[in-house]
């Protein structure tokens, strides 16, 4: 069926170090890529997005990645903080309109 | 601006029992998607509404209905409810189904099935 799944569940890291969180999709045709991240007690918040001709784009602090050959997206959060510890859902548009998303990678970083 | 609000927030219901759940998106967002979050499934999409109508259905039974309001708000129903209906179930508003990067979520109602 349609997934987008993550490689690690958790993901443990220093404050100011570089966080590396990772996705693999399996539906090709999709508009966009998206990543979303949820603190406790909270909805999904939206970090950044990358359309699907593109391979990279970069934010504030993150970076998204697509590698449309082997099916993967990452996202890049640069110089850590405790902020940052909550779960991070990568997620692709489909072709009218429907999100699907990706299990979930929960960031822990130690001060 | 206020964010998009949920209600209830927690709510508590027994098998077989329906629940209605509501969301009203940001002023000015008109369309308006469910999803149910559980730690076994995570994320999955419920429906999408744009201007009253129902645009995108996810892969859930018949027992999940939703509408939209001409306010843009909106409700969910769940009827005959099942112990896997536990779940966190969130609503996102956007200014249009083209943008669901611009999708804002509430906070979720917390709906537990005993």
């Known amino acids: 069926g349609e997934n987008v799944g993550l490689h690690l569940p958790t993901l443990s890291v220093q404050e100011g170090d570089n966080s590396i969180i990772n996705c693999a999709y399996s539906?090709?045709?999709?508009?966009?890529f998206i990543w979303y991240k949820q603190e406790s007690g909270k909805g999904p918040q939206f970090i950044i997005d990358?359309?699907?001709?593109?391979d990279k784009r970069q934010g504030q602090r993150v970076t998204v990645l697509l590698n449309k050959t082997v099916k993967h997206l990452s996202l890049q959060i640069a110089a850590t903080q405790p902020g940052d510890s909550a779960v991070y859902f990568c997620?692709?548009?489909?072709?009218?309109?429907?999100?699907?998303f990706g299990q979930g990678t929960e960031l822990s970083v130690k001060p | 601006k206020a964010g998009v609000t949920q209600t209830p927030r927690y709510l508590i219901k027994t098998r077989g029992q329906q629940v209605t759940l509501s969301c009203s998106p940001i002023?000015?967002?008109?369309?308006v998607s469910w999803y149910q979050q559980t730690p076994g499934q995570g994320l999955q999409f419920l429906f999408e509404?744009?201007?009253?109508?129902?645009?995108n259905k996810g892969n859930f039974p018949g027992r999940f209905s939703g509408r939209q309001f001409s306010n843009s708000r909106s409700e969910m129903n769940v009827s005959t409810l099942e112990l896997g209906d536990s779940a966190l179930y969130l609503c996102?508003?956007?200014?249009?189904?083209?943008?669901?990067?611009?999708?804002?979520f509430g906070p979720g109602t917390r709906l537990t099935v005993t």
């Open positions: 002023s000015g967002h008109r369309s």
């Open positions: 997620a692709e548009k489909k072709a009218g309109g429907k999100l699907i």
């Open positions: 996102a508003s956007s200014l249009d189904p083209g943008r669901p990067y611009e999708q804002y």
């Open positions: 990358i359309r699907s001709n593109m």
């Open positions: 539906n090709s045709a999709s508009d966009y």
């Open positions: 509404y744009f201007s009253e109508t129902q645009r």
